[in-house]
């Protein structure tokens, strides 16, 4: 996979993502400081899920475990093809499942993600309030992370018999900063003035499980 793009591509790649979180992910976190509560050891957002990568994100993530000890990326080996069997039994136990198989991140290892500084863009901006275009009227366009629901981001101003975030709750906490939701689209954040400079091409979406072989 590293070797389907040359060091010059994986090099622009790094300067995007440099690129990406000072322009942009830094400064939603900074906003929504007073809501944010990640810290190191946190990783409920690495224990389960699908974790959709490009191409070009998987082969970073892969320079980043070819740095690690022999012994990391055995276990790492053995992970994933682990895995690979549970998602093929839960398919064929549930072949008409909506959500698809959730997994634990293969790079994660006691709490704390093993390619840290390769992790891909969607691990990034995990943890913000995020907005969802196209969907229904009836439906909520802004996606609080679940980890509200944990003690953790926004859930200081959260109600929770209402499902949302509270302006009364604000007002008791002395907070002025608005909680704000971003496009985190991944078609957005792949494709802006950012990009168009730097000779790469990002590739397919997959969920990261199936970029591995069988």
Known sequence: MIDDFSTEQLANYKAYLNLIEERMINKYFEQQKPYIFCKA????????????????????????????????????????????QEKLKFETENPASKEGFMYEC???????????????????????????????????????????????????????????????????????QEPLAYNLSLKTLFNNEITQNLDFEFGKVRAMIDWFPD
């Open 41 to 84: 050891g946190c990783s409920h957002c690495c224990e389960k899920g699908q974790y959709p990568v490009t191409k070009i994100e998987l082969a970073y993530l892969l320079l980043g475990f070819s740095q690690l000890p022999n012994e990391q990326k055995i276990e790492i080996i053995e992970k994933i093809k682990k895995l690979k």
């Open 106 to 176: 293969p790079f994660l290892k006691n709490n704390k993600c093993s390619v840290y500084e390769f992790r891909a863009v969607i691990c990034r901006t995990h943890g913000l309030m995020f907005f969802v275009e196209g969907v229904k009227d009836e439906e909520p366009k802004n996606k609080i992370p679940f980890c509200v629901h944990l003690g953790l981001n926004y859930s200081n101003i959260y109600d929770e018999k209402t499902k949302t975030l509270s302006d009364v709750k604000m007002k008791e906490l002395g907070i002025t």
